[in-house]
């Protein structure tokens, strides 16, 4: 793991709590799986807070499965980005082990659609999070965000505020 200072190593596939310091904030009751992390700062998606409209909801995916989305965070909120466990999907890009960022999201959704990808393997996102170089390290150290050690695989779980409750009581 890269080292970005002398305190902090990659957060890159970690899970992030926000604290009450972050009450009342976009970030409120929010878990953020990191995605990339590195002296340049840092990329994640929150991962329970369920968007109001899900994908074929949206008029370029009306003919789509519907397959809930979550509000990432509050950039980039007009594009839609998406975690997964497919190698197979083209442009893709490995965060970890069994985890994907990306790539053909048209081929992430007809995966879905026919079966070969559940949603326990996929997870879409309207907007993420960014932070610029050393943000999210001074976000933890004056405790806006805990780090929570979970399993990989609870990226995609059906997750709402109920999980905040779970994982910030642990």
């Known amino acids: 793991m890269m080292i970005l200072n002398k305190n902090m190593e990659s957060l890159k596939g970690s899970f992030l709590v926000s604290t009450g310091a972050l009450n009342d904030s976009y970030f409120e ?9 590195d002296h340049k700062g840092g990329v994640g998606f929150i991962i329970n807070h369920l968007f109001e409209r899900k994908l ?3 008029v370029e995916f009306k003919h789509s499965p519907a397959i809930d989305i979550y509000a990432g965070g ?4 007009e594009h ?6 497919s190698p197979f999907i083209q442009g893709s890009t490995q965060v970890i082990e069994n985890i994907y960022l990306g790539g053909d999201f048209k081929k992430g959704v007809e995966l879905y ?5 559940s949603s326990s393997e996929i997870k879409i996102f309207l907007g993420y999070c960014g932070w610029n170089a050393n943000e999210l390290e001074a976000e933890i150290e004056e405790g806006s965000w805990q780090k929570i050690n979970a399993a990989t695989e609870s990226v995609f ?5 109920g999980l905040w409750n779970e994982w910030i009581k642990s």
């Open 157 to 161: 779980k059906n997750s709402d505020e």
């Open 56 to 58: 074929n909801e949206l």
């Open 74 to 77: 509050p950039v980039a909120t």
């Open 113 to 117: 659609g026919n079966g070969q990808l």
């Open 29 to 37: 009751n929010a878990v953020v799986f990191i995605t990339e992390h």
């Open 80 to 85: 839609l980005f998406f975690l997964h466990t």
